[in-house]
């Protein structure tokens, strides 16, 4: 028997394989060890109201906006991400806290017997512990975000009020398959019989797979972009649809949250909820502050300004560039790491060659080495310096630019996770 926090996430990470530690070899195709878990539970998935949110990029954020909203029209409201940045208990919130220490050490003292029967993966386990959380302290909406893909993703055991689909982009390659099609094919999993499903952005390569999916399944589907347009500028955010609103001091400020933005107040909008027009501005308002959202175009700095994203592939780093694109500064500086298991040159291709750059590896396996990183980079003509430990490159940037210069830091889910500052 366990008896503190520390002690039990300690035997999950060493009894149960992790994804993000060491990738695919922690990957289970199939719901099998998900099933037998949760029926062990007495199948907590059918016991809660939920939203399931897929997609390659901007499903973490849509996530959390549509708790926020929630949480702002006075719903008790689970949210289920990951990964976790800091901490293990950031993966399952309720109304923005995070799940109770001692909920985890008790959930695990029970179902260890189970753990050892069935080894479930990691992401298998928390799964069945957020779904658990959520019955217990009875949520009222609970907004699960798929962990990778969606058809055999451990959350696709829920039968949800609605789906939502972001931004569909390589990722994963080696798992969920080598053209947007195939990706499309696996988000598209998450559609169930006559649920709607809500796709963020009509994208014309993968659209067609969603419409056939949700035909298929007799589901309603309605892209969100079609009767949606949205606008982020500085921090106004304007939205157009059969009216046109502003959200003021909007914190999200990457531009590629006008695509998820969209999405969340489409799956609003469609949902059989009272939520007014001035909760869905306080929701999107207060996001990182109702629910705890990081990283996402975070300020971690000024003089030089130093901002930090998680966008980690091609897409991601091209929408982050194009913010970057709308900042005003000198010099560019980027501090940037990435894992092994990622399309690296696909990345690197796009980066500019006239910042200067700082390789650096988060302490997991699967980060790839810093040096390595500077080898591949050179091929394309991005230099820089060497700078192995996260919050040392960081200094070392922002000691190499002057205050009217840009630090960027990211490429990497695991290099934001180890920033001190954040």
């Known amino acids: 028997m366990f008896s503190t926090y520390r002690e039990t996430v300690d035997y999950l990470y060493a009894a149960v394989p992790e994804y993000q530690r060491i990738g695919a070899a922690a990957y289970k195709a199939d719901l099998n060890n998900t099933v037998a878990l949760l029926k062990a539970l007495g199948n907590p998935e059918k016991k809660f109201k939920s939203i399931h949110v897929a997609g390659t990029n901007g499903k973490g954020s849509s996530s959390h906006m549509l708790a926020s909203i929630f949480q702002e029209a006075g719903y008790k409201t689970g949210l289920y991400t990951s990964p976790h940045l800091k901490e293990f208990t950031e993966r399952i919130k309720i109304n923005g806290a995070n799940v109770d220490q001692q909920f985890v050490i008790d959930f695990v003292n029970r179902i260890k017997p189970h753990i050892e029967k069935i080894q479930p993966s990691f992401f298998e386990m928390t799964v069945a512990m957020a779904f658990e959380y959520f019955v217990v302290n009875e949520v009222d909406i609970a907004v699960i975000e798929v962990g990778l893909g969606g058809r055999l993703d451990s959350t696709n055991v829920i039968t949800p009020l609605i789906s939502l689909i972001t931004n569909i982009s390589f990722d994963h390659k080696d798992i969920l398959g080598d053209t947007l099609e195939k990706i499309a094919f696996e988000k598209a999993g998450i559609i169930k019989e006559k649920i709607p499903v809500v ?3 009509m994208q014309p390569v993968t659209s067609k797979v969603f419409i056939d999916k949700a035909k298929q399944c007799n589901s309603k589907i309605f892209f969100a972009d079609k009767s949606l347009t949205v606008k982020i500028d500085d ?45 869905i501005i306080a929701g999107l308002k207060n996001v990182i502050k109702n629910t705890g959202l990081k990283g996402r175009w975070q300020k971690i700095g000024e003089s030089p300004l130093t901002i930090c994203d998680t966008g980690h592939n091609e897409a991601g780093i091209a929408d982050v560039l194009k913010s970057i694109g709308k900042e005003k500064f000198e010099k560019l500086f980027i501090v940037i790491g990435m894992v092994k298991d990622k399309d690296v040159s696909g990345v690197l291709t796009l980066l500019p060659k006239d910042a200067t750059y700082f390789f650096c590896q988060a302490k997991i396996p699967r980060a790839l080495p810093a040096n390595d990183l500077a080898q591949q980079a050179a091929k394309f003509g991005l230099n820089g310096t060497v700078v192995d430990d996260v919050n040392e490159a960081i200094t070392s940037a922002r000691r190499s630019a002057s205050e009217n210069d840009f630090v960027f830091v990211g490429g990497s889910t695991f290099v934001v996770a180890e920033i001190e500052s954040l």
Request: glycine share 6%; aromatic share 8%; charged share 25%.
């Open 199 to 201: 796709v963020s952005e």
């Open 235 to 279: 921090d106004m955010l304007t939205i157009r649809g059969s009216e046109m609103f502003q959200v003021p001091e909007f914190p999200l400020r990457g531009i590629y949250q006008e695509k998820n933005v969209a999405g969340v107040l489409k799956v609003i909008e469609l949902l059989p909820f009272i939520i007014k027009r001035n909760q």
